[in-house]
């Protein structure tokens, strides 16, 4: 199955998604995990995103997008990893997953979370947020400009403002 087939599988059939990125989480980890929450949302499904620290004051506008609360974990059956590639960042307990989907996106490689996961989507590129606009691509999925706002900053932080040469 290709990724974004297995992806809409796992959403259609979950009545709630929480899609958890790392602690101290930077530009590419929230505007990627917003970007795919409002992708669930364009393809009929709910989401939360949550975080186990509170965002750096320079995305603090975005702070009531992100939960602080893993009570959230416990109400998903679906768990998507964003642009983690250590499950030790979560905050989470691996016992938080036994009876949950998992599946992890990210652009990390060397990823060390697929233990956990059900279904990996790993693509070798700049950012986390540049896999996010490839499933709203294979998707059709329209990008409206708040959803490009997120992939814009996602893009923009984990290039070096497009310097670094990946």
């Not at 697929?114 to 693509?123: F, G, P, R, S, V």
């Given at each position: 199955m290709n990724r974004e087939a297995v992806l809409f599988k796992y959403i259609s059939q979950s009545k709630?998604?929480?899609?958890v990125i790392h602690a101290q989480p930077d530009g590419d980890a929230i505007g990627s995990s917003l970007a795919l929450k409002e992708l669930i949302r364009k393809l009929g499904g709910r989401a939360e995103v949550y975080c186990c620290d509170k965002l750096p004051t320079i995305y603090s506008s975005l702070g009531d997008a992100i939960s602080y609360s893993d009570t959230i974990i416990n109400k998903a059956d679906l768990i998507?990893?964003?642009?983690?590639p250590d499950f030790r960042?979560?905050?989470?307990?691996k016992y938080d997953l036994t009876t949950k989907k998992v599946v992890s996106i990210d652009h990390h490689v060397s990823s060390k979370i697929?233990?956990?996961?059900?279904?990996?989507?790993?693509?070798t590129k700049p950012s986390t947020a540049e896999i996010i606009w490839e499933l709203f691509k294979d998707f059709e999925l329209p990008i409206d400009h708040i959803v490009s706002d997120y992939l814009l900053m996602g893009i923009y932080t984990d290039t070096?403002?497009?310097?670094h040469s990946n």
């Open positions: 709630q998604t929480t899609i998507i990893f964003v642009d983690c960042l979560t905050g989470l307990n697929n233990k956990y996961t059900d279904a990996n989507i790993y693509l070096g403002g497009l310097v």
